[in-house]
């Protein structure tokens, strides 16, 4: 199964009130994302080329159209 659109072009679309090729996926993993790549909270709070390679990491593999970061410090 081939998808007819890109991620952006997916997500665009939704917001232009379109009809996509599929449902955008985009989920909010920012913990999940640390912990597959190997990372504590600790190790990414303060690095934010960490967090980014850990979102993106996991975008790629898991082939997701977006990424949603919530990382709350306190």
Not at 2 to 20: F, I, N, S, W, Y
Request: net charge negative; glycine share 8%.
């Amino acid at each position: 199964n081939q998808d007819l659109m890109t991620g952006l072009q997916r997500g665009m679309a939704v917001l232009r009130g379109e009809k996509p090729d599929r449902v955008p996926v985009v989920p909010s993993i920012t913990n999940f994302a640390i912990w597959h790549n190997g990372y504590q909270m600790k190790d990414v709070v303060r690095d934010a080329d960490k967090l980014v390679d850990c979102m993106v990491r996991c975008c790629e593999e898991f082939g997701f159209d977006g990424l949603e970061f919530v990382l709350d410090t306190e």
